[in-house]
């Protein structure tokens, strides 16, 4: 099996004295926004069931990783080693009911143990938490972001009964949209397209599957039969802006029944 000294090794190489002068000059701060981009590259892969293409992928996520870790390393702040043994400690500590004597027979029993485990780790590391909030990365890309902050005030009993009372406000929302819209006033009606989509990210996590992951499948789809179409109108070298809006909807009907996916 390959270990992880060969990438390491790759990594000291390339910004030793005679290595590259592009990853010479890197920092933690550039390369996160490299890490970051490989990830959904690899989203991106996982959302098509491309095999070879998720392989490629994972050994980017993994070099970016390696990189920003030997950066520290070579600062001093801490090593490879200090960082698989601050996680292990902590899945370890996370997992009672695996690793000690702790019984766990449903998941929301499973969900309290994790939040309990985790608030007790940042107390002992001194993080005093004064909202349920805090937690939440505000760099997070806005989809996510507003999936975690849900997750985490529902974990404080501030939720709808169930899905039919999201879906609900869901058209309460779009009903606001609309009146937003016709008002004229752009930035109202920015925020009422906000809460919209806030309001499905909840309809998303009530039926339980991540909205990030559907939006990816459903863009994905969209994409693969915008090809589609495109390909039948080069075949018969028309342009599509010259089409009529009868006409475009026969050609993306045809694509719809072509792909399927």
Same mark, same amino acid.
């Given at each position: 099996?390959?270990? !992880?000294?060969?990438?390491?090794? !790759?990594?000291?190489?390339?910004?030793?004295?005679?290595?590259?002068?592009?990853?010479?000059?890197?920092?933690?701060?550039?390369?996160? =926004?490299?890490?970051?981009?490989?990830?959904?590259?690899?989203?991106?892969?996982?959302?098509?069931?491309?095999?070879?293409?998720?392989?490629?992928?994972?050994?980017?996520?993994?070099?970016?990783?390696?990189?920003?870790?030997? !950066?520290?390393?070579?600062?001093?702040?801490?090593?490879?080693?200090?960082?698989?043994?601050?996680?292990?400690?902590?899945?370890?500590?996370?997992?009672?009911?695996?690793?000690?004597?702790?019984?766990?027979?449903?998941?929301?029993?499973?969900?309290?143990?994790?939040?309990?485990?985790?608030?007790?780790?940042? @107390?002992?590391?001194?993080?005093?938490?004064?909202?349920?909030?805090?937690?939440?990365?505000?760099?997070?890309?806005?989809?996510?972001?507003?999936?975690?902050?849900?997750?985490?005030?529902? =974990?404080?009993?501030?939720?709808?009964?169930?899905?039919?009372?999201?879906?609900?406000?869901?058209?309460?929302?779009?009903?606001?949209?609309?009146?937003?819209?016709?008002?004229?006033?752009?930035?109202?009606?920015?925020?009422?397209?906000?809460?919209?989509?806030?309001?499905?990210?909840?309809?998303?996590?009530?039926?339980?599957?991540?909205?990030?992951?559907?939006?990816?499948?459903?863009?994905?789809?969209?994409?693969?039969?915008?090809?589609?179409?495109?390909?039948?109108? @080069?075949? =018969?070298? !028309?342009?599509?802006?010259?089409?009529?809006?009868?006409?475009?909807?026969?050609?993306?009907?045809?694509? @719809?029944?072509?792909? @399927?996916?």
């Amino acid at each position: 099996m390959e270990t !992880i000294d060969r990438l390491f090794n !790759i990594i000291k190489t390339l910004r030793s004295e005679n290595g590259c002068a592009w990853d010479k000059k890197q920092t933690p701060e550039t390369m996160w =926004k490299c890490l970051a981009e490989e990830v959904y590259e690899l989203e991106e892969a996982i959302v098509k069931k491309d095999l070879q293409n998720i392989c490629e992928e994972l050994g980017d996520v993994l070099f970016q990783f390696i990189f920003i870790m030997e !950066i520290f390393q070579e600062q001093g702040d801490f090593t490879f080693s200090d960082v698989v043994g601050e996680v292990a400690k902590k899945m370890i500590n996370r997992h009672p009911h695996v690793y000690g004597d702790a019984l766990i027979s449903t998941k929301e029993e499973l969900d309290r143990q994790w939040d309990t485990i985790k608030t007790e780790e940042k @107390k002992n590391n001194g993080r005093k938490r004064v909202s349920a909030l805090d937690s939440v990365p505000k760099g997070m890309p806005s989809l996510m972001r507003a999936l975690k902050v849900s997750k985490s005030v529902v =974990k404080e009993g501030f939720d709808w009964n169930d899905i039919h009372g999201i879906l609900n406000s869901v058209k309460d929302e779009i009903r606001e949209f609309e009146s937003a819209l016709e008002s004229g006033n752009q930035d109202e009606a920015s925020m009422e397209f906000g809460d919209i989509l806030f309001t499905l990210v909840n309809v998303a996590r009530s039926a339980q599957f991540h909205p990030e992951t559907a939006l990816a499948r459903s863009t994905a789809k969209f994409e693969g039969r915008f090809r589609v179409m495109e390909k039948e109108l @080069k075949q =018969k070298n !028309i342009k599509l802006a010259d089409l009529s809006r009868d006409k475009k909807d026969l050609f993306w009907s045809r694509a @719809k029944q072509s792909y @399927k996916r």
